[in-house]
């Protein structure tokens, strides 16, 4: 079985601040680890993933995720936020076996101040 | 490449009425899936394909049916629409054979209305 919580259901940060997206996972078998964007009324657009190579994962448009087993944690951050970047964030987990179901998490709404 | 196309973008339906959206991809992924999403909960996967001929339930298979004839195409049927299949419906595609580290590739979307 496989889970995974998204601790914040909305985030705000002013823009040219730190975004920081918070995910934790639990999985029966070693995870494959995604975050995808949807921006309003649109589908959704893959940002990085993690498949057990290098634990800092670097994606698109500046944002990274760091894997930390010990944690169950897959933390989604960007060092400096753009207007852009306002969208809905849904961190997914894969498992590494059987039929390879993503579940997805509720998602966190991510709000710009300009 | 296309990649993931769903049709119809937008349709209302009446309860009881039937219907057929449709998906397709034109990359050779073996593993189709459908997805519904609700606000505050997420994408919960309704039906998924390992290939063609073959199709498995997901966590909300009550009320839709699948079929997967081919490779490329993965319809799902609504046999008698109701209020509650109010949503927005995905399709995904992607590889098999990796442990999982493919990574699917999403359609626009179709909403749909139950009224």
């Known amino acids: 079985a496989q889970s995974v919580t998204q601790l914040d259901s909305h985030v705000s940060v002013s823009e040219g601040t730190p975004v920081l997206l918070r995910c934790n996972y639990s999985s029966s078998y070693s995870p494959s680890l995604f975050w995808y964007v949807q921006h309003p009324n649109k589908g959704l657009q893959l940002l990085l993933k993690y498949t057990s190579a290098a634990t800092l994962v670097k994606g698109i448009n500046g944002f990274e995720a760091e894997f930390k087993k010990s944690e169950t944690s897959f933390h989604l951050t960007k060092p400096s936020a753009h207007m852009s970047d306002a969208a809905e964030y849904f961190c997914v987990v894969r498992a590494n076996f059987g039929n390879e179901k993503l579940t997805f998490g509720t998602g966190t709404r991510l709000t710009i101040i300009p | 490449n296309a990649g993931v196309t769903q049709t119809p973008k937008f349709q209302v339906l009446k309860t009881g009425q039937s219907m057929t959206l449709q998906c397709a991809q034109d990359?050779?992924?073996?593993?189709m899936s459908w997805y519904r999403q609700d606000p505050g909960m997420g994408l919960r996967l309704i039906h998924y394909s390992v290939g063609a001929g073959i199709t498995d339930q997901g966590e909300v298979p009550n009320g839709y049916n699948v079929s997967r004839s081919t490779t490329e195409d993965f319809p799902l049927r609504l046999l008698s629409a109701a209020p509650s299949q109010t949503s927005v419906y995905f399709c995904?595609?992607?590889?098999?054979?990796?442990?999982?580290?493919?990574?699917?590739?999403f359609g626009p979307g179709t909403r749909l209305l139950v009224l």
């Open positions: 990359m050779n992924h073996e593993y």
């Open positions: 995904a595609s992607s590889y098999l054979g990796r442990g999982g580290k493919e990574t699917q590739y």
